[in-house]
Structure formats: C-alpha cells, structure tokens
C-alpha cells in the first residue's frame, strides 16, 4: 500500500478467527454481501485490480468508524467481560458491512457481479435442504451455466454441487451436537435423500459416522 500525503488517514486492521468466532453459523451468510466480502471480493482482487470494494461515506462510515474504535478500547483494556463484549462489537461490525456492501448501487460494475454471485451463495444458504440445480444459481447471478459454473470454481474453489454438500454437511454437524434429533430426521432437514447415503457423506467428508461425531461432540473430555 502507498499514500502520498494523506491527511486524517488511519487504518484499522481487524484480525479474528473464523472458526473460534462459529462464523459458519451466523444467520448473516444469507445475506449475499457477506460473501462478496469474506469469500468473493478476496479471490476477484487482482483481476479486478481492487475496483471492486466496498467504499463507505456518510453515517455508515461513522457508525463503522465507532464500532472499529469501540473494538480497540475493548480488546486494549481487557475489562472483565471483555471478550464477550468485542465478540458482540464484531458481529455488529460484520453485519453492518455485509449490509452495505449488500446494498451497493448497481451502477457499480465490478462489485455488482460480485454481489449476483453472493446472491447465489446466499440463496444455497437459506435453501440447502431443497433440490438446487445449477440453471437455478446461473439465473440469480445473471450468467451461463457455463459461466456460472466456471466463475464459482474459481471463487469459491470447489463446484456450486460440493458447496451445496458442504453446507448440508456443515448444519448437519450443528444439528447432530446441539440437538437430540434422530439421524434420519437430522438427513432430511438438511436436504439428503435419506440416512444411508447422509451416512456415507458425512463419513467421507468429516472421517466419521454421524453417530461417532455426536458421541464425540457430547463427551466433555474428548
């Protein structure tokens, strides 16, 4: 990075753990601008040559600006109750900027074929356990299949057909640890035709039987 004379510039550089933080879970990933941010606007970067970010003014830039240094003081003078309370200061701050950037004008070239690739993501979010086929995902980001199907892999570094397993894989997990659901139950909420072939992905993807990873989850000294 390079600035030429700036003047009341400053940066904030916000480091956290995805996985410690349960990222995965957040409701927020229906919204199409949290991908575009996390996943999308990373990958698209160099062949965008950053034209495609978020750009904040007015009372967003302010409220964002407040959150960032309410962040700081938080985590700087590790009061009692302090990690609590910046967890909720950086969802509050996720939420805010996936909401801006989901709100983008369209006029916006390069970040609005971004956020229709987030619409894509976010539909396979809300609608994991439904039949989703390619055709459907091509239309809600405005491209080919082909082109779709091509400008995923990239993104996202699997197929639109692997992420949908992945996110059914991923809430089946959350299912299997927080509730007592019987598996076959669990497999239909989450979109899989029925117990045997959810039995045979989640093995292959988490290198255990559901019924393994639920007694691992329940036992407190695993």
Known sequence: HNCQEPKGFAVANVIFDAKKLDMDHWDIRELPGYHVLFSLEPTFRDRHEFRSRLTLEGAPFTRVSELVEELAATTADKEPGYRVQAKALFMQLVI??????????????????????????????????????????????????????????????????????????????????????PLT?????????DSSYFGRTFRRTMGMTPSQYRSKMSDPFV
């Open 96 to 181: 805010m900027l996936s909401k801006c950037y989901s709100d983008t004008p369209e006029s916006d070239t390069d970040t609005t074929d971004l956020l229709r690739l987030g619409d894509a993501i976010a539909y396979i979010e809300s609608n994991y356990p439904e039949k989703i086929s390619n055709d459907q995902l091509a239309r809600l980001a405005h491209m080919t299949v082909r082109t779709f199907q091509r400008t995923f892999l990239q993104s996202m570094h699997m197929t639109p057909s692997e992420y949908i397993v992945q996110v059914r894989i991923r809430n089946a997990a959350h299912l299997l640890k927080e509730s007592e659901l």
């Open 185 to 193: 139950r669990i497999a239909l909420e989450c979109g899989f035709a």
